[in-house]
C-alpha cells in the first residue's frame, strides 16, 4: 500500500465517511434483520 500524503481532499473525506456511514448503517441492519428473524421463528413455534 503506498503511503499517502496527510493532506486528504474534501471529496476523498466525504467519500470515505459516506462508505463509512453506509457500512455502519447496513451491517447492524443486516444483524437485527437476522436475529429478528430467529426470534419471528421461535415466537410462531411458541403461539
Excluded at 4 to 13: D, I, W
Excluded at 38 to 45: N, P
Amino acid at each position: 500500500m503506498p503511503v499517502r500524503p496527510v493532506a486528504v481532499t474534501a471529496t476523498e473525506l466525504r467519500r470515505r465517511l459516506a462508505h463509512d456511514l453506509a457500512v455502519e448503517e447496513w451491517v447492524p441492519a443486516a444483524v437485527l434483520a437476522i436475529i429478528r428473524r430467529e426470534g419471528l421463528y421461535r415466537q410462531t413455534g411458541s403461539r
